[in-house]
């Protein structure tokens, strides 16, 4: 169904003055008639037109009502809104209440004598997503006795001695799930299709009450809500908290807990109630934690003590909060995305703070989530030394190591970065997630600058080529590798050797930020060693992204290539000076440079010296060849005859014709960081 708001309002205010006007026009006509002594066939029939006029003006209304109030309205051309209107039962606001009238009687009668059954809960079910019902319904059934009944569905209105067991809670679960959705369903009504204005303030009255506030979170977990209706209620809520702070060394006497008996109803506290609601809505979320005026996430992180596993819904809501946005393309002050950078650099700064660290336990997944699609701006503050203020990089072009579109990006400390990886990553699933990330981006950037080299070196021989046309083969052979090592010496192959050096900075922060013991002296079976050294063997696997892709959306894919495989064991091969997780990461790095040069060309051909190919142990055929796919094998996939003829050949001298800069690069940054870094902050 398809309506201009706009017009529909126009048409409906047309009706409402013609059906008033036309049987006063008719009448006046048939009195000048009769004055006259005429009698003619036809203006008394204006009268039964205003009447039908009038008459249809409830359906038309009706109808915007009822397209206003869904919340999956889609605008088309010419200010025209569609919707589904499939799901819709009721036709109108009489048929909305008509049947919630009888289905709350019935369902009141139901609860009443504990006896809720599972086709009472199916026919609320069929009006989940009917507009006319939901506000009707919520309508008859304010918000104190809405939470009365949902005390009752669990019988936690009965003396602790008397409430059943209940074995099976499927269908009162069920019943609170199609009242949540109800509810967001209702708070998207506008006009006269609208819940009560006060209807957020009566809703969490008595919240500090167990079984209100278990009403309340109830009522807020599965619902779409309206943004306004659902940040209104959050900041009441959050107003609530600070006013009644939650204690949580009195005692909870589990026979008077709201919900299923002898089941922890989980934080009951005022914003315990509405975590999960913001992480199903993260633009409210965005909202609630930028309110200038309440600055609630420094509370919520620093300040709030959480039971159960309640911080696990915070650091949901505010992985949410950073990540289901991210854009570049609108002001700040209209951007989703600067608010998703912003909430990030603040949160990471919370998040390494011990007494934070020691307050959310459970978010350690949430923060490597943040890390992970803020990996350009980690990587980014892992080169400046200065201390850096929580804020956002709203520049033109906030990533300028890449090119393309980028979203806004945070400003973090390199410190604070530390210091909240080296907590998060006591959970080995956050540590593979944030490496996969990282290594993600190292290739994605030292692709880019390859690529560019490339070219340099291309044109370049281009240009010489046209010059000289009589060159022998052996010549333009010659002038080619003249030419790539001159290029890897200065201009693309100085940026590269420069990234690759910034990159070396971040893959140091990150080992280092694992804590991981000396590999000689690490237990075997030590999960993260084991992950880490599983890291560095598969790293070089690792493809470039496509341009324009971001990094976060394709860590999953990375991580299955790096951690899916479990390597043999090669200890007895491991290199000499790879004895610490620091030394396995600098080989680590060195692999992924050298083979991302491999691919683009930037050893030269078979021709060069500078090539493996150049050397029958190195060749295809022989025992030693580890290139596949014009790239160099990862670690983990050579046999001990690839790995000690790879090492020979990196460690040659003709090698370092146009290697040389990036291997020292990369030992310079891992210095650099270690005497930036390497200061014990604890």
Do not use: C
């Not at 398809?2 to 205010?13: F, K």
């Not at 004055?35 to 203006?43: A, C, F, Q, R």
């Not at 304010?142 to 001695?161: F, H, M, Q, V």
């Not at 950037?445 to 046309?469: C, S, Y």
Request: aromatic share 8%.
């Amino acid at each position: 169904m398809g309506i201009d708001p706009a017009l529909m309002t126009q048409l409906i205010n047309g009706m409402n003055r013609a059906g008033r006007t036309l049987p006063d026009i008719g009448l006046q006509v048939e009195r000048a008639l009769t004055t006259l002594g005429l009698s003619l066939w036809g203006p008394a029939q204006l009268s039964t037109i205003g009447r039908q006029l009038h008459d249809r003006i409830p359906t038309l209304q009706g109808r915007l009502d009822l397209i206003l109030a869904t919340p999956d309205r889609r605008p088309g051309e010419d200010g025209v809104l569609w919707a589904d209107e499939s799901p819709w039962l009721s036709k109108s606001p009489s048929e909305g209440t008509a049947a919630a009238t009888a289905l709350a009687a019935r369902l009141r009668a139901k609860i009443a004598s504990h006896s809720l059954d599972a086709e009472s809960v199916a026919e609320l079910e069929r009006h989940k997503n009917d507009p006319f019902f939901a506000v009707a319904f919520l309508t008859l059934m304010p918000p104190r006795e809405l939470k009365s009944l949902i005390a009752r569905a669990y019988s936690s209105d009965l003396p602790p001695g008397d409430r059943p067991l209940l074995y099976d809670t499927a269908t009162q679960d069920r019943f609170l799930t199609m009242l949540s959705t109800l509810l967001g369903t209702a708070s998207h009504g506008v006009g006269r299709m609208r819940l009560a204005a006060d209807y957020a303030d009566r809703l969490i009255e008595d919240i500090g009450h167990p079984q209100d506030a278990f009403a309340v979170k109830r009522l807020l977990q599965d619902g779409d809500f309206d943004h306004t209706f659902l940040l209104t209620l959050v900041r009441k809520l959050h107003d609530q908290d600070l006013a009644h702070p939650p204690d949580l060394s009195l005692p909870r006497d589990p026979w008077t807990l709201p919900g299923p008996r002898d089941v922890s109803p989980g934080d009951l506290s005022p914003m315990g109630t509405a975590l999960i609601a913001l992480a199903h809505h993260p633009a409210v979320a965005q909202d609630f934690f930028t309110d200038p005026a309440r600055k609630p996430l420094a509370y919520l992180m620093r300040t709030h003590p959480w039971l159960g596993d309640a911080d696990a819904d915070l650091g949901w809501a505010i992985q949410a909060a950073t990540t289901e946005f991210r854009d570049h393309d609108l002001p700040p002050g209209g951007s989703r995305g600067y608010k998703s950078a912003l909430i990030a650099s603040w949160a990471v700064r919370f998040w390494s703070d011990p007494k934070v660290q020691t307050n959310l336990p459970s978010t350690r997944p949430h923060l490597g989530t943040v890390l992970t699609q803020y990996i350009g701006d980690v990587h980014r503050s892992a080169q400046i030394f200065s201390k850096e203020v929580p804020g956002v990089v709203s520049g033109l072009d906030p990533a300028k190591e890449l090119p393309g579109w980028k979203p806004y990006g945070s400003r973090f400390d390199a410190d604070e970065i530390r210091r909240a990886m080296t907590w998060a990553f006591e959970d080995e699933e956050t540590f593979r997630t944030v490496a996969a990330a990282h290594g993600l981006y190292a290739v994605r950037m030292l692709d880019e600058l390859a690529a560019k080299v490339a070219t340099e070196v291309e044109r370049g021989f281009i240009t010489w080529q046209e010059a000289h046309p009589e060159a022998t083969q052996q010549q333009r052979d010659n002038m080619r590798q003249d030419i790539l090592e001159e290029r890897m010496a200065r201009s693309g192959g100085a940026e590269f050797a420069g990234a690759v050096g910034s990159l070396g900075m971040t893959t140091w922060l990150v080992t280092d930020a694992a804590n991981i013991s000396s590999i000689a002296k690490a237990k075997a079976d030590d999960v993260r060693l084991n992950s880490f050294k599983s890291l560095t063997e598969q790293v070089v696997g690792l493809i470039p992204m496509p341009s324009g892709k971001f990094v976060g959306l394709m860590t999953d894919t990375a991580k299955g290539l790096m951690f899916d495989k479990v390597p043999p064991s090669h200890e007895e091969q491991a290199r000499q000076d790879a004895d610490t997780a620091l030394g396995a990461a600098k080989h680590m790095f060195t692999d992924l440079t050298a083979s991302v040069m491999m691919r683009h060309g930037l050893f030269g051909d078979a021709s060069a010296q500078t090539h493996p190919y150049y050397y029958e142990d190195f060749s295809p055929g022989a025992p030693g060849h580890f290139i596949a796919d014009r790239s160099i094998k990862p670690w983990a996939e050579m046999n001990a005859e690839q790995r000690s003829a790879y090492d020979e050949w990196l460690s040659l001298p003709v090698t370092a014709r146009v290697f040389g800069q990036p291997d020292v690069a990369i030992a310079l940054s891992f210095k650099a960081a270690e005497k930036q870094y390497g200061g014990d902050d604890s």
